[in-house]
């Protein structure tokens, strides 16, 4: 129990550091992902494009988030 307090605050920044790996690597792209889906499909339905358009929106929007090359 000595060595917990001893190393407390290495201990928070290495879970802080933990935790926004999870979100950069985790959390930020699946909410991208699912964000730029419903993107896509509505746009191809207002242009009453098909499956090709909708590949297309999904790209561009995870182009324009950083998630596409």
Do not use: H
């Amino acid at each position: 129990m000595e060595k917990l307090k001893q190393y407390k605050y290495i201990i928070l920044i290495a879970l802080i550091i933990l935790g926004f790996i999870f979100y950069w690597y985790s959390y930020r792209p699946y909410r991208i992902t699912k964000l730029c889906i419903t993107s896509a499909v509505d746009r191809a339905n207002e242009i009453k494009g098909g499956q090709t358009s909708a590949r297309y929106f999904f790209w561009k929007c995870q182009k324009q988030y950083g998630l596409a090359e």
